[in-house]
């Protein structure tokens, strides 16, 4: 059975009651004091999910603030982080931590924890969008317990900036984006996979900005170095130079230490089958892509990088016991 991710909208209710039940659903992993500019004409929408001991959240609406305490703190603190990336609009961020208070964009991250006061500011930005400007984000809550590296290192970036357009945080985000677009589909086990995924991903993308790597557990370190290596595989499947060698190189490991990272990480399955595998699928895809109707089969296998048109037959018809002719044919 998929998982079935909670999900709130301005569709049914809007106004004040759009707002309670937003807040509802936003307080069932973060405790925490949220008001609005817009609570009369209050339009929103939240996904949350379950993987695992981690939750997802996907949300837009018009403004909001989210505010910590001590006093709530004192009360009752879970002990949980609280990961936020912008997708659309704008905030200010204050915290306890070092990072004092800082302006959030699109495309960044910022991290605050359950165990320290917080105060944070969210709000479309004017003139942008069709209608009323909302803000839009994604972010994840999990226990402190789920990250390997200390809290008290992990203070050292609460209400920090974080970018999550180069290196693991780009990783980061684009897993996310993936992620939350694939919800519906996953089954439990998945899930809770990925979830561990997630946890592996912000660990890393944390010691980076800690320069602290060798901190983490090598099992925490394998599994986002795989992460990462399939999505530079992805990224670069229209480069016919994409050979285990290259993928090597750019991630500053020896080959054979990258053979066997990947083979024993991927049921034995080696680097350049995978990529082999990732390029007919994207082929696969292409020729039935009626955007792509006009564009010759040997075109479409060049931009996946098997420029030899007829190796990459012999290939498309081995993987699928059907020529690239005859699928985009029948398919079509």
């Keep these: 059975m998929p998982v079935t991710p909670e999900t709130a909208g301005s569709d049914v209710l809007d ?15 973060r405790a925490a004091e949220m008001t609005s500019d817009h609570v009369t004409t209050f339009s929103a929408t939240v996904r949350q999910a379950r993987l695992g001991p981690v939750a997802v959240l996907r949300t837009a609406f018009p403004s909001i603030r989210v505010r910590r305490t001590e006093r709530m703190i004192r009360r009752c603190d ?3 982080y609280h990961l936020t990336m912008l ?6 961020v204050a915290s306890a931590g070092p990072g004092g208070t800082q302006r959030l964009t699109p495309g960044h991250f910022h991290l605050v924890t359950s165990s320290q006061p917080y105060d944070s500011w969210f709000a479309g930005t004017p003139g942008t969008g069709v209608g009323h400007p909302r803000a839009e984000g994604i972010g994840i809550d999990l226990p402190v317990s789920a990250l390997p590296i200390p809290a008290h290192r992990v203070r050292h970036l609460l209400g920090r900036v974080l970018s999550g357009q180069q290196g693991t945080g780009a990783v980061l985000a684009a897993f996310l984006l993936t992620l939350d677009r694939q919800l ?19 660990s890393a993308c944390l010691a980076r900005e800690l320069d602290a790597e060798d901190a983490l557990p090598e099992q925490t ?13 992805r990224r670069h499947l229209h480069d016919p130079g994409l050979t285990p060698a290259k993928v090597a190189a750019a991630h500053h490991v020896s080959v054979s230490y990258l053979h066997r990272l990947f083979t024993s990480g991927s049921q034995g399955t080696t680097l350049a089958a995978y990529i082999r595998r990732q390029r007919l699928a994207k ?16 075109a479409v296998a060049a931009r996946c ?17 059907i020529s690239p002719s005859d699928h985009r044919h029948y398919c079509r």
């Design 283 to 298: 082929a696969y895809r292409d020729l039935v892509d009626p955007a792509l109707g006009a564009l010759p089969i040997h």
């Design 87 to 92: 997708t659309a609009g704008h905030g200010t």
């Design 15 to 29: 106004g004040v009651e759009c707002f309670e039940h937003w807040r509802e659903v936003m307080g069932r992993t």
């Design 184 to 202: 519906p589909a996953l089954r439990p086990a998945e899930a809770t996979r990925l979830g561990a995924v997630a946890a592996d991903l912000l």
């Design 221 to 233: 370190r394998h599994r986002a170095m795989l992460h990462d290596v399939r999505a530079f595989v």
């Design 305 to 321: 990088g098997m420029p030899r048109p007829s190796a990459f037959t012999r290939a498309f018809k081995a993987a699928y016991g």
């Design 78 to 80: 879970d002990e949980l």
